[in-house]
């Protein structure tokens, strides 16, 4: 008599690059094993890839070709994709329990749920300022940029006009520098074939740093670079300014100063995506978990944590894309090692390189020691992120939307 083989549970909670590249090295371990089952659970039902989003915003590109369907992704025999949020992770009964009243029992837990925009309790900034992390956003961001133009194209010059053309970008990171550049093209390049050369005088992109460099966790030459090559686009770079208050009509800085807009753009920061627990979990003060060496909870030695949630103790690692596929390819790795009983691996990452985006044809950065910056950098750019697209579908339709974009204006469709 044959017994059947204990199915195994591994479920993995969030489809950004953490998660997503877990599943993707837990599928090539175990594809075709009837002993294994994944399973997934995401929010929305495709895969985001946002360090394009300011392109999107901005339109130069479609925001539909930085998605990716998870069920043509993952559209195999042993993994089970739920759309749906988790609100309780039980580790006692190793359980996950999901807003549409469901649960979903787990043998091996990996905890990828990303970040949200953290606001830092800036009074006004949930509720008066625009963002920039999801498909909506770019959407919603872009439709606004649109808008403002095609409302003061019927305003007499006023303080009102000039008011309403002002775009204020807080957050001097990686995500503003290149949203910041994004948008002075979009406005002082692309717009001024449609609107009047008067009109577009009135556009003021602002971006606002609380502290006294851009890109703060960069080398000091990108930093400079950035820098000069934004105050050559037209951008005003407030350094020093911190935000205590955001309006519907203007925003407050430390000294009592203030930038009249009504398009304040929030990238300042971001904290981890919250989940219930049944039990105290050791977390920062931006809501990531403390794990040790392997990505594991220390308390449960079954659940890795990967990506903007993880909280490496003794080695933190930045916010950043690369840093999460190699997190959730080790946390992958480890757990099959657990049920090979296997020794784990420890994270040991070293950054291929860092580069930024300055717009068209010009990107500035650092591959291993070496620092670049113009068209060789903006190619290395867009061809490093081209091929973390998941598919050679997208690849192309983005190829494309670049291409399109060197031999014409940007798409200003308000749709």
């Known amino acids: 008599m044959t017994h059947k083989k204990k199915l195994t549970r591994i479920a993995i909670i969030g489809a950004g690059f953490g998660g997503v590249y877990a599943l993707k090295a837990l599928h090539k371990q175990f594809h075709n094993n009837p002993s294994v089952k994944l399973t997934l659970i995401n929010k929305t039902n495709y895969f985001l890839f946002t360090p394009l989003l300011h392109e999107a915003a901005t339109g130069g590109i479609q925001a539909d070709n930085i998605v990716e369907p998870l069920r043509k992704v993952f559209h195999c025999c042993n993994i089970n994709i739920i759309i749906d949020t988790v609100t309780k992770v039980s580790f006692e009964t190793q359980t996950l329990h999901l807003d549409q009243q469901r649960d979903i029992p787990y043998d091996y837990l990996i905890m990828a749920p990303g970040a949200k ?241 300055l717009g068209q044809w010009y990107a500035t950065g650092k591959i291993g020691p070496l620092f670049i910056r113009g068209r060789l950098a903006w190619w290395l750019w867009r061809t490093i992120y081209l091929m973390k697209l998941l598919s050679w579908r997208k690849r192309l339709l983005v190829v494309t939307d670049w291409t399109m974009h060197l031999l014409s204006p940007r798409d200003i469709s308000d749709v």
Request: aromatic share 6%; glycine share 8%; with cysteine.
């Open 117 to 357: 925009t953290n606001f830092f309790g800036t009074p006004g900034a949930d509720t008066h300022a625009f963002t920039l992390k999801t498909l909506d956003d770019a959407n919603t961001l872009r439709r606004r940029f649109i808008h403002i133009v095609e409302q003061a194209e019927h305003m007499k010059r006023s303080p009102e006009r000039t008011a309403l053309l002002h775009i204020a970008i807080i957050g001097g990171g990686a995500t503003g520098v290149e949203l910041a550049a994004e948008a002075a093209e979009f406005f002082f390049e692309s717009m001024k074939r449609y609107y009047k050369k008067e009109l577009l005088e009135d556009v003021t992109i602002s971006l606002i740093q609380r502290g006294d460099r851009l890109l703060p966790m960069f080398d000091p030459r990108i930093q400079e670079t950035a820098l000069k090559e934004l105050k050559k686009k037209g951008v005003s770079v407030h350094l020093n300014s911190g935000v205590t208050n955001i309006s519907k009509t203007h925003i407050s800085l430390d000294g009592e100063k203030t930038i009249n807009t009504s398009t304040a753009v929030w990238v300042a920061g971001i904290e981890a995506n919250m989940l219930g627990f049944d039990t105290t979990v050791v977390q920062n003060n931006k809501g990531c978990i403390t794990v040790n060496s392997v990505l594991q909870m220390p308390t449960h030695p079954n659940v890795f944590v990967v990506g903007d949630m993880a909280f490496c103790e003794g080695n933190p690692q930045p916010a950043l894309g690369q840093i999460a596929v190699a997190q959730g390819e080790l946390a992958a790795k480890n757990i099959i090692a657990l049920i090979k009983n296997h020794p784990l691996k420890e994270l040991d990452i070293t950054l291929k390189g860092t580069l930024v985006s």
